[in-house]
């Protein structure tokens, strides 16, 4: 079995480089396929949802090597548009690989994606908007076979700001006759991220990062190369563990904007917060207090993604924290295991809350999902004793190196794998 073992009661301090941000780089790998060429991908996190684009870009014909932390995709030798069960059902991001095939070949053949723990995942929205553009669309078997003889751009309204089936549409409209008019789009800045990609091959997309994407489809693209923004994500987890464990840590190459709802919950618990154009620096105490009800939304609202670890950096804060979860039902799987290192929280649907304890104490437990995981670690660093961490697999989904980046900034933690226990 694999685990973090991690002994708590150690501030946090230092410098650390934040990785590049699992949410863009997934996307960008399903855009590679539009340019037919190259695209030179640089400070790409090494992640087990990477390495299951990889083996679905393969898969299709394609190849992608990494040197360093830069990845080469050559997407030319694309030989088919099918993607099997199993490659689907490893991770949600899958289905972005729907309208990027469309665009470049009219017809995929895949099933629906996996990566459902955080309670129904439906597609819905992705299909209607498609099935908009002229892409036919049959189950059979549990697999949709999806067919455009032409994908036509026209106007599409979304009921929800679903980041995916922002994705997917607009990876479809770069391959549409025409332009697509996306309406009530998702704002997230890994929007941003993946139009820039495309851009810089050639592609005419505008207007990301507010609610309306206007993308005029069928420009010739050519290769290409992109450097992947910073995970927000990954930044929120380490700025709460700084804040819950105390200490002070510069987190370098993240854009503060995108941080902006996490930072200000973090400095409405008592810490210091100081940031400019590419840093983040935290000054914390360890001693928090509660804060006003953290309510989950779209971009720029509070992220779903970083509810758990800010859960983690509030469960020894002076007070009551309510949150409440307004994107996915069920995200509250990791509070009966904060349970277990002693937290007060008390979960009734959508709403979660958080009594602040005296203390914690070490245990073990394990990751129910990706960022609940994240979350057991946080609080790992605040509780007395030894604590382990196990159902790693989560946590790899999004973490390039969780224990190595937290022991840099001072924390004792190791990942102890089978291999080391023989
Ligand atoms: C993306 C992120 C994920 C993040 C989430 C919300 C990636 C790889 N993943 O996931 O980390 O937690 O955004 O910020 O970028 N919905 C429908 N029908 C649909 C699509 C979505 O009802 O067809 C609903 C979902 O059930 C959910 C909400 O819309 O309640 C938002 O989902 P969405 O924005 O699509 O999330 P993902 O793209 O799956």
């Given at each position: ?10 501030a ?6 934040i990785?590049?941000a699992?949410n863009s780089?997934?996307p960008?790998l399903?855009a590679?396929?539009l340019n ?14 990477v390495?299951a684009?990889?083996?679905?870009l393969?898969r ?6 990494w ?15 099918e ?6 059902r490893?991770?949600?991001s ?6 990027a ?12 994606p ?13 299909l ?16 949709l ?9 026209c ?5 929800i700001?679903?980041?995916?089936a922002?994705?997917n ?5 770069c391959?549409?006759?025409g332009?697509?008019v ?6 997230e ?15 005419d ?14 420009r ?16 929120a987890?380490?700025?709460?563990a700084?804040?819950?464990?105390g ?7 993240v ?13 409405e ?7 400019h154009?590419?840093?983040v ?8 207090r509660?804060i ?6 779209p971009?720029?609202?509070f992220?779903?993604?970083?509810q ?12 009551t924290?309510?949150?409440i ?6 995200r ?5 295991e ?5 937290a007060?929280?008390r ?7 958080v ?9 073990r ?11 057991l670690?946080?609080?790992?660093l ?8 196990s ?10 190196d ?15 794998d089978?291999m080391?226990?023989?």
């Amino acid at each position: 079995m694999n685990y973090l073992r991690i002994i708590g009661g150690r501030a946090l301090q230092g410098e650390l480089e934040i990785q590049g941000a699992k949410n863009s780089v997934l996307p960008i790998l399903a855009a590679t396929l539009l340019n037919r060429g190259q695209s030179v991908l640089h400070r790409c996190p090494r992640l087990q949802d990477v390495d299951a684009s990889i083996r679905i870009l393969r898969r299709l014909g394609c190849s992608a090597e990494w040197e360093g932390d830069t990845l080469c995709v050559h997407t030319g030798a694309m030989a088919c548009g099918e993607i099997p069960d199993a490659m689907m059902r490893e991770m949600r991001s899958s289905v972005i690989f729907l309208g990027a095939i469309l665009a470049r070949c009219g017809h995929a053949v895949l099933s629906y994606p996996g990566g459902c723990e955080l309670g129904p995942r439906p597609i819905d929205l992705h299909l209607a908007a498609l099935r908009a553009m002229g892409v036919e669309i049959e189950e059979k078997g549990g697999y949709l076979h999806c067919c455009a003889q032409k994908l036509r751009g026209c106007e599409i309204m979304l009921s929800i700001p679903s980041v995916g089936a922002t994705e997917n549409v607009i990876l479809a409209a770069c391959g549409a006759e025409g332009a697509t008019v996306l309406c009530n789009a998702a704002r997230e800045p890994e929007i941003v991220d993946l139009q820039n990609f495309l851009n810089a091959c050639g592609a005419d997309v505008r207007g990301a990062g507010s609610s309306t994407i206007v993308v005029q489809g069928g420009r010739p693209l050519h290769d290409c190369e992109h450097t992947i923004i910073a995970d927000r994500i990954v930044a929120a987890t380490y700025l709460s563990a700084a804040a819950a464990a105390g200490g002070d840590v510069l987190l370098r190459r993240v854009d503060y904007r995108h941080l902006s709802t996490v930072t200000a919950a973090l400095k409405e618990a008592g810490c210091t917060v100081r940031s400019h154009t590419d840093w983040v620096q935290l000054r914390s105490d360890g001693c928090l207090r509660a804060i006003r009800p953290v309510r989950t939304a779209p971009y720029p609202g509070f992220p779903t993604d970083a509810q758990a670890v800010l859960m983690a950096a509030l469960l020894k804060a002076k007070g009551t924290t309510v949150f409440i979860e307004n994107i996915f039902e069920n995200r509250y799987r990791h509070v009966d295991e904060l349970t277990r290192l002693g937290a007060g929280i008390r979960t009734e649907g959508r709403v979660a809350v958080v009594c602040g304890v005296g203390k914690l104490h070490g245990a073990r437990v394990q990751a129910t999902d990706l960022r609940g995981g994240a979350a057991l670690a946080v609080a790992a660093l605040t509780a007395e004793g030894e604590s382990r961490v196990s159902e790693l697999q989560h946590i790899d989904r999004g973490y390039a190196d969780l224990a190595g980046d937290l022991a840099c900034l001072g924390a004792d933690i190791v990942r102890v794998d089978e291999m080391e226990k023989n």
